[in-house]
T-cell receptor
Framework: NAGVTQTPKFQVLKTGQSMTLQCAQD?????MYWYRQDPGMGLRLIYY???????DKGEVPNGYNVSRLNKREFSLRLESAAPSQTSVYFCASSGRDQGTEAFFGQGTRLTVV | GQQVMQIPQYQHVQEGEDFTTYCNSSTTLSNIQWYKQRPGGHPVFLIQ?????EVKKQKRLTFQFGEAKKNSSLHITATQTTDVGTYFCAGHTGGFKTIFGAGTRLFVKA
């Protein structure tokens, strides 16, 4: 089992460009999450999806959109990248609603210049 | 909104010394989880605490959940270089959101 797979691992964007970060899990999990990690800020929740067909905003949703394409896949889109979005992005999934172990992908290191 | 504060932000220890990181929530938690992230890696689940006053051990690691379910701690006895990384607590109050603390980065000098 691959677990949670994120692509790409690294990306450099120019300000104003758009891109989509892809995430897929093969554990049949209902819940999926997107976090960003900045130095000294820990992991901040951008969006989450409790189940296929539903998405909700987290702590820092501005500038991002998400799509829960099916149970396996949860993508994060930056429509017009800004330098403030330079960060490491992690996708995660968990089996049930709250309080179960979250499995993280390897992360995407995004730089916006 | 709900916050989970974690201290200290950094800790430098000599190999063999003990280490403790603390988490405090502004609201009562239904449970708390701990994760470890090695440098350059991704967070990996360590343990979950659910009951008031719960204490769990994993070898040299001891996890505690406060009586009021608002605070938690992770204590490592006799640190080793393999303990290097960032330790995060993650609190749940119900629903689907997980609120992570900022993490404590542990440096161990051999």
């Amino acid at each position: 089992n691959a677990g949670v797979t994120q692509t790409p691992k690294f990306q450099v964007l120019k300000t104003g460009q758009s891109m989509t970060l892809q995430c897929a899990q093969d554990m049949n999990h209902n819940s999926m999450y997107w976090y960003r990690q900045d130095p000294g800020m820990g992991l901040r929740l951008i969006y989450y999806s409790a189940s296929e067909g539903t998405t909700d905003k987290g702590e820092v949703p501005n500038g991002y959109n998400v799509s829960r394409l099916n149970k396996r896949e949860f993508s994060l889109r930056l429509e017009s990248a800004a330098p403030s979005q330079t960060s490491v992005y992690f996708c995660a999934s968990s089996g049930r609603d709250q309080g179960t172990e979250a499995f993280f992908g390897q992360g995407t290191r995004l730089t916006v210049v | 909104g709900q916050q989970v504060m974690q201290i200290p932000q950094y800790q430098h220890v000599q190999e063999g010394e003990d280490f403790t990181t603390y988490c405090n929530s502004s609201t009562t938690l239904s449970n708390i989880q701990w994760y470890k992230q090695r440098p350059g890696g991704h967070p990996v689940f360590l343990i979950q605490l659910v009951k008031s006053g719960e204490v769990k051990k994993q070898k040299r690691l001891t996890f505690q959940f406060g009586e009021a379910k608002k605070n938690s701690s992770l204590h490592i006895t006799a640190t080793q270089t393999t303990d290097v990384g960032t330790y995060f607590c993650a609190g749940h109050t119900g629903g689907f959101k997980t609120i992570f603390g900022a993490g404590t980065r542990l440096f161990v000098k051999a």
